[in-house]
């Protein structure tokens, strides 16, 4: 008898060990389970108010809005999410949006249009912190940093369960009203945080562990710094994911590579979250059951001139600096080519892309006369911070030095952590600053570009730049918007606010098991999840 | 360690190239004519870069250890010679700062103090390095306290300062100096440990340290050689070559080693 007890035990324990999901640690060695990896943790998987692409990334497994956007071939696309209908009124003001009869949230309920009411609500509510506020930029009611004007009636109506109506201050460019409302407003679960107040909603434990979303994936476990795990949803209503179980493994950058070579990892997550090291590519490339994808990355790395030292605010100055930075040998060297030299804010990708904008050649005799003029004192030492922890944008500061030496400006490199770098460059404690942007499929650069932006770290003011930014938002006229950023661009090379050094091409590692992933300029790889396949290797 | 110091001495006659000077077509280039020891990451000169950054180990080495090696016997030699109260309290001080894990404290105040440059790490080390020696000094004094000559310099009314300097001090040297080298060794690793870690010497000024940052890449590691084994191995010939310095010396100098 006890041997057979024991018999029971041990036949127990195998049948466990082969019911056990292979990759329930991480194996992509299942074709139901995909394991992608990114470098750092999310703070949070709140779809209103996750601090970072990485809490992002997580959030559209679980999270949609009404529509996804893709900018493919230099067109911007909708594709359903929520919504299986989308309209523009004749009027460019008004938006009609039907949403799916089956969509539905994690526990059952419908997704109904109050709970889109709720969320423009909450986002909209000023005691809410959340940065989805400049996605409801244009609604009526709202200021232009999406916070409700008392008195003003909120520009949101419910026609019907399934249907809502949306109006715009002013006539809007559809494409800008689709990308910001439709794709960059996550709805929330009314049911489940409508009684929570505003102001107490960022520390709700709800967005430690959002268990009922909308997504394709609902949220299964977070294990801190280690990974997210993710469960089909069966009930998907735009058809269940082909792809059981998703994990995000959080790796820093420099272990990424060991992990593709043991075949541990299917997918890195994307541009500037799980970029691979340039060192690491041609070994990426060389890996047989790896596929090593590149394309233009919609973000650029730049150089903050502080307006508010004297001998910046000098054009000239800007000007010699430009010209004396070598951004040909940043793109040739330090990313082998895996880059474009950048002009301007707006990438060449870019449907308002100005192609006529003269770049500004490396010339360091230029820059020599050009200080010459402006009468540069070369005993000032100026300090050039940097942030730590973008491996590339360290090494391009150590060329940047050089190459202001060289030209005659003494500069001393300042390295910080990314948070005290961000309070200095807000402080306007520094002279230049390196830093990048993300870039949106949108051209409107206000924020960081115009007097008193929440990003116009360098403090500049230029009236007629304000001008052109404040009428490129209010225009409707996709021809006049293209008109009116042709010359900010113009003007933007002429004033240089910033230098902007480069843009980074994404450079992904996709295991060639998988097909169905949509990759490209925003490169995050979360369009359509459902429909990523995983074969066996 | 002779060559070390004559190399550092001599950094702007020895090196091929400028330590911060770009080669527009050689990053990460494998060693050659032009680059002996190859290239880095921003393409400049590894073998020049290897050779002035030992000014930094040396500056650093020799400044910390001369600042807690001042600061060490000037406490050590009050708490044994006052004895007492003053003792006590600077004994316990001592227990409490040797009971810190260094290199923790140390990059906690390299943050405070600002932002990292060698000076900081310098006067860092400087300030924290003291208590083992300080401990060391008070037991060489407090044997010397109740010997003859101590106490007929000061039965001839000699000043504190007087006795301790002209007559104390000169006895309890030689271990000093024997920790001193020691300790060198030491401020040399803790400052590749400091810059390693970014909170060292700032670039472009280079160090072994934080030349060595560039071997968190599998990449480099495996296949890219020249970018960190000339530091690691300068940093191990360094201290090694201290080491044996050290040695040395106590061998001389101790009389309990004679036979």
Same mark, same amino acid.
């Given at each position: 008898?006890?041997?057979?007890?024991?018999?029971?035990?041990?036949?127990?324990?195998?049948?466990?060990?082969?019911?056990?999901?292979?990759?329930?640690?991480?194996?992509?060695?299942?074709?139901?389970?995909?394991?992608?990896?990114?470098?750092?943790?999310?703070?949070?998987?709140?779809?209103?108010?996750?601090?970072?692409?990485?809490?992002?990334?997580?959030?559209?497994?679980?999270?949609?809005?009404?529509?996804?956007?893709?900018?493919?071939?230099?067109?911007?696309?909708?594709?359903?999410?929520?919504?299986?209908?989308?309209?523009?009124?004749?009027?460019?003001?008004?938006?009609?949006?039907?949403?799916?009869?089956?969509?539905?949230?994690?526990?059952?309920?419908?997704?109904?249009?109050?709970?889109?009411?709720?969320?423009?609500?909450?986002?909209?509510?000023?005691?809410?912190?959340?940065?989805?506020?400049?996605?409801?930029?244009?609604?009526?009611?709202?200021?232009?940093?999406?916070?409700?004007?008392?008195?003003?009636?909120?520009?949101?109506?419910?026609?019907?369960?399934?249907?809502?109506?949306?109006?715009?201050?002013?006539?809007?460019?559809?494409?800008?009203?689709?990308?910001?409302?439709?794709?960059?407003?996550?709805?929330?679960?009314?049911?489940?945080?409508?009684?929570?107040?505003?102001?107490?909603?960022?520390?709700?434990?709800?967005?430690?562990?959002?268990?009922?979303?909308?997504?394709?994936?609902?949220?299964?476990?977070?294990?801190?710094?280690?990974?997210?795990?993710?469960?089909?949803?069966?009930?998907?209503?735009?058809?269940?994911?082909?792809?059981?179980?998703?994990?995000?493994?959080?790796?820093?950058?420099?272990?990424?590579?060991?992990?593709?070579?043991?075949?541990?990892?299917?997918?890195?997550?994307?541009?500037?979250?799980?970029?691979?090291?340039?060192?690491?590519?041609?070994?990426?490339?060389?890996?047989?059951?790896?596929?090593?994808?590149?394309?233009?990355?919609?973000?650029?790395?730049?150089?903050?001139?502080?307006?508010?030292?004297?001998?910046?605010?000098?054009?000239?100055?800007?000007?010699?600096?430009?010209?004396?930075?070598?951004?040909?040998?940043?793109?040739?060297?330090?990313?082998?080519?895996?880059?474009?030299?950048?002009?301007?804010?707006?990438?060449?990708?870019?449907?308002?892309?100005?192609?006529?904008?003269?770049?500004?050649?490396?010339?360091?005799?230029?820059?020599?006369?050009?200080? *010459? +003029?402006?009468?540069? @004192?070369?005993?000032?030492?100026? =300090? %050039?911070?940097?942030?730590? &922890?973008?491996? $590339?944008?360290? /090494?391009?500061?150590?060329?940047?030095?050089?190459?202001?030496?060289?030209?005659?400006?003494?500069?001393?490199?300042?390295?910080?952590?990314?948070?005290?770098?961000?309070?200095?460059?807000?402080?306007?404690?520094?002279?230049?600053?390196?830093?990048?942007?993300?870039?949106?499929?949108?051209?409107?650069?206000?924020?960081?570009?115009?007097?008193?932006?929440?990003?116009?770290?360098?403090?500049?003011?230029?009236?007629?730049?304000?001008?052109?930014?404040?009428?490129?938002?209010?225009?409707?006229?996709?021809?006049?918007?293209?008109?009116?950023?042709?010359?900010? *661009? +113009?003007?933007?090379? @002429?004033?240089?606010?910033?230098? =902007? %050094?480069?843009?980074?091409? &994404?450079?992904? $590692?996709?295991? /060639?098991?998988?097909?169905?992933?949509?990759?490209?300029?925003?490169?995050?790889?979360?369009?359509?999840?459902?429909?990523?396949?995983?074969?066996?290797? | 360690?002779?060559?070390?110091?004559?190399?550092?001495?001599?950094?702007?006659?020895?090196?091929?190239?400028?330590?911060?000077?770009?080669?527009?077509?050689?990053?990460?280039?494998?060693?050659?004519?032009?680059?002996?020891?190859?290239?880095?990451?921003?393409?400049?000169?590894?073998?020049?870069?290897?050779?002035?950054?030992?000014?930094?180990?040396?500056?650093?080495?020799?400044?910390?250890?001369?600042?807690?090696?001042?600061?060490?016997?000037?406490?050590?030699?009050?708490?044994?010679?006052?004895?007492?109260?003053?003792?006590?309290?600077?004994?316990?001080?001592?227990?409490?700062?040797?009971?810190?894990?260094?290199?923790?404290?140390?990059?906690?105040?390299?943050?405070?103090?600002?932002?990292?440059?060698?000076?900081?790490?310098?006067?860092?080390?400087?300030?924290?390095?003291?208590?083992?020696?300080?401990?060391?000094?008070?037991?060489?004094?407090?044997?010397?306290?109740?010997?003859?000559?101590?106490?007929?310099?000061?039965?001839?009314?000699?000043?504190?300062?007087?006795?301790?300097?002209?007559?104390?001090?000169?006895?309890?040297?030689?271990?000093?100096?024997?920790?001193?080298?020691?300790?060198?060794?030491?401020?040399?690793?803790?400052?590749?440990?400091?810059?390693?870690?970014?909170?060292?010497?700032?670039?472009?000024?280079?160090?072994?340290?934080?030349?060595?940052?560039?071997?968190?890449?599998?990449?480099?590691?495996?296949?890219?050689?020249?970018?960190?084994?000339?530091?690691?191995?300068?940093?191990?010939?360094?201290?090694?070559?201290?080491?044996?310095?050290?040695?040395?010396?106590?061998?001389?100098?101790?009389?309990?080693?004679?036979?």
């Amino acid at each position: 008898m006890i041997k057979h007890r024991w018999l029971a035990g041990l036949a127990a324990i195998l049948a466990a060990a082969l019911v056990l999901p292979v990759g329930a640690v991480g194996g992509p060695r299942s074709q139901l389970v995909v394991v992608s990896g990114m470098w750092s943790p999310p703070n949070n998987f709140s779809p209103i108010n996750t601090d970072s692409s990485y809490g992002y990334y997580c959030v559209r497994f679980m999270f949609q809005g009404m529509l996804e956007a893709r900018l493919a071939d230099n067109q911007l696309r909708f594709f359903p999410a929520l919504a299986s209908r989308w309209e523009a009124g004749a009027d460019r003001q008004t938006y009609r949006f039907t949403i799916h009869p089956r969509a539905a949230w994690h526990d059952g309920r419908p997704v109904t249009a109050e709970d889109v009411e709720f969320t423009v609500l909450t986002i909209s509510d000023p005691k809410t912190e959340t940065n989805r506020g400049a996605e409801l930029a244009t609604v009526a009611g709202l200021t232009v940093g999406g916070k409700r004007v008392a008195g003003e009636p909120l520009g949101l109506r419910i026609l019907g369960p399934k249907s809502f109506e949306v109006r715009t201050k002013a006539p809007v460019d559809p494409l800008v009203f689709f990308e910001r409302f439709g794709a960059g407003v996550y709805i929330l679960p009314k049911h489940i945080l409508g009684s929570v107040p505003p102001d107490q909603l960022a520390r709700h434990p709800f967005f430690q562990a959002p268990t009922v979303g909308n997504g394709p994936y609902k949220f299964v476990q977070y294990r801190t710094d280690q990974y997210v795990e993710f469960v089909a949803n069966d009930n998907y209503h735009n058809g269940p994911p082909n792809v059981r179980r998703v994990f995000v493994r959080i790796i820093p950058p420099t272990t990424m590579l060991a992990q593709l070579e043991r075949q541990e990892l299917d997918i890195t997550a994307g541009f500037g979250i799980g970029t691979v090291l340039i060192e690491d590519w041609e070994r990426v490339k060389a890996m047989p059951h790896m596929r090593a994808v590149s394309f233009p990355g919609p973000g650029y790395q730049f150089m903050v001139f502080n307006f508010t030292r004297p001998y910046l605010e000098d054009k000239r100055v800007r000007r010699a600096i430009a010209h004396a930075i070598n951004r040909p040998l940043m793109v040739s060297q330090l990313f082998r080519g895996e880059g474009v030299i950048a002009e301007g804010p707006i990438p060449p990708t870019n449907p308002y892309f100005n192609k006529n904008v003269k770049p500004w050649a490396y010339d360091q005799a230029r820059a020599r006369a050009l200080l *010459q +003029e402006a009468g540069w @004192d070369a005993n000032r030492t100026i =300090v %050039l911070r940097v942030p730590t &922890g973008n491996i $590339a944008r360290e /090494r391009s500061a150590d060329i940047i030095r050089e190459n202001l030496v060289a030209v005659g400006i003494k500069a001393e490199i300042q390295k910080t952590d990314f948070p005290t770098h961000l309070a200095a460059l807000t402080g306007k404690n520094y002279d230049l600053g390196l830093i990048g942007w993300g870039g949106a499929t949108d051209p409107d650069v206000s924020s960081q570009f115009r007097t008193g932006g929440q990003y116009n770290f360098g403090g500049h003011t230029l009236p007629r730049m304000d001008q052109l930014l404040d009428d490129g938002v209010k225009s409707a006229d996709p021809a006049r918007r293209r008109q009116i950023y042709n010359q900010f *661009q +113009e003007m933007f090379a @002429d004033e240089l606010p910033y230098v =902007v %050094l480069y843009y980074e091409n &994404g450079r992904t $590692a996709l295991a /060639r098991r998988m097909s169905g992933v949509l990759y490209g300029v925003s490169g995050l790889y979360d369009f359509q999840t459902y429909d990523w396949v995983a074969g066996t290797q | 360690m002779a060559v070390i110091g004559t190399l550092a001495l001599g950094a702007p006659l020895v090196a091929p190239h400028s330590p911060t000077a770009i080669d527009a077509v050689a990053f990460q280039a494998a060693p050659s004519r032009t680059h002996p020891l190859g290239s880095d990451s921003v393409g400049r000169d590894v073998l020049s870069r290897l050779i002035y950054a030992a000014r930094v180990s040396l500056t650093v080495g020799l400044l910390a250890v001369a600042m807690y090696v001042v600061i060490g016997t000037a406490i050590g030699a009050a708490a044994a010679y006052y004895g007492g109260g003053i003792d006590l309290v600077l004994s316990r001080i001592m227990d409490v700062m040797l009971s810190f894990p260094p290199l923790i404290i140390i990059l906690f105040a390299v943050t405070v103090f600002g932002r990292p440059s060698i000076w900081n790490v310098i006067i860092v080390l400087g300030l924290l390095g003291w208590p083992s020696l300080a401990r060391l000094v008070r037991g060489q004094f407090l044997a010397l306290r109740d010997l003859e000559f101590v106490l007929a310099a000061r039965a001839t009314g000699a000043s504190d300062a007087r006795v301790v300097i002209r007559h104390m001090l000169p006895n309890a040297l030689a271990p000093v100096l024997v920790a001193a080298t020691f300790g060198m060794a030491n401020a040399i690793l803790v400052e590749a440990a400091l810059s390693f870690l970014g909170m060292g010497v700032q670039p472009p000024t280079p160090s072994w340290g934080n030349m060595l940052t560039d071997a968190q890449s599998l990449t480099v590691l495996e296949r890219m050689p020249w970018l960190w084994v000339p530091p690691g191995f300068m940093i191990l010939i360094s201290v090694l070559s201290i080491n044996f310095v050290g040695d040395g010396l106590r061998d001389a100098l101790d009389p309990s080693l004679k036979l």
